[in-house]
């Protein structure tokens, strides 16, 4: 007898990752749909992608041109921090994260350690922003490099 396998054992498979497909096109696909381009009844799609929400794979979002609600500057800032503690680390991110005009937040690799994207109405409110975070954290902060954001030419899609 074959040993049944769930979502939850198990990595993603190419199923999953043809719903995932197609749902990266259009999130608001109906099950029926999916169900046919995939080859599995409507009930099956369902509970992969409920198990695949549960797993943090695929969530809920709501995509935002923050040019189109009056945020017209959009601002990519490199971070270095000091030699600081993980403690104070986590701090400092979680605020970044609970700042209403923070929009990404990414750990890197090589020159800087973060990078967050902020988004203003203009020069003036971003220059009071960046200002604001500085000065909190001015004892953990020992490079920020903002670059300008003239254009965006991709976002959120990729093959699996």
């Not at 199923?15 to 990266?24: G, R």
């Not at 969530?59 to 945020?71: A, V």
């Not at 994207?117 to 490099?145: C, G, H, M, P, Y």
Request: proline share 1%; charged share 35%; net charge positive.
């Amino acid at each position: 007898m074959p040993v049944k396998t769930s979502l939850k054992s198990r990595a993603i498979d190419e199923i999953d990752k043809k719903i995932l497909m197609i749902l990266q096109d259009d999130g608001r696909e109906q099950l029926t749909s999916i169900s046919k381009k995939v080859g599995l009844s409507i009930d099956s799609v369902h509970k992969r992608i409920k198990e695949m929400m549960r797993k943090d794979i695929v969530g809920i979002t709501t995509s935002i041109d923050p040019r189109k609600i009056g945020y017209d500057l959009i601002a990519d800032n490199k971070i270095r921090l000091k030699n600081v503690s993980a403690e104070e680390r986590t701090q400092f991110i979680r605020y970044l994260q609970q700042h209403n005009r923070v929009i990404d937040i990414f750990a890197l690799m090589g020159d800087y350690d973060l990078t967050c994207v902020l988004i203003a109405k203009d020069s003036n409110e971003l220059e009071k922003l960046i200002t604001e975070i500085r000065q909190k954290f001015r004892d953990l902060i020992d490079e920020w490099k903002s670059l300008l954001v003239l254009k965006t030419y991709k976002i959120d899609r990729y093959d699996l």
